[in-house]
Nanobody, 125 residues
């Protein structure tokens, strides 16, 4: 069983900064892409940023130049540094990762996608 544990979000004023951290744990062979998503009230969950195992990074257009995703492959962590926050950045932020894991029955390996529990980020105007 693998898990993603996120740090707490918080309340911040517009223009402020906040850093989210996420740590993966469990019986992990490898982690491919790690990502952050967010879901605003009444809206779908959208990708904010992702980093592949090779280090390729993608950002949503709305956060380019303000957010930075970083990954520590040894610690199995992924962080999201959020600067110049705007009220429209408000939402529940979810950590996401694609794992390679051992298969309990029959042996071998398989893929598994996990989500963190979500953490609230509120940006006040």
């Amino acid at each position: 069983q693998v898990q993603l544990l996120e740090s707490a979000g918080g309340l911040v004023q517009a223009g402020g900064s906040l850093r989210l951290s996420c740590r993966a744990s469990g019986n992990i062979i490898a982690i491919n892409t790690m990502a952050w998503y967010r879901q605003a009230p009444g809206k779908q969950r959208d990708l904010v940023a992702r980093v592949t195992r090779a280090g390729t990074i993608d950002y949503a257009d709305s956060v380019k130049g303000r957010f930075t995703i970083s990954r520590d492959r040894q610690k199995n962590t992924v962080d999201l540094q959020m600067n110049s926050l705007k009220p429209e950045d408000t939402g529940v932020y979810y950590c996401n990762a694609d794992f390679i894991v051992p298969i309990a029955t029959g042996g071998g390996i398989g893929s598994y996608t996990a989500w963190g529990q979500g953490t609230q980020v509120t940006v006040s105007s």
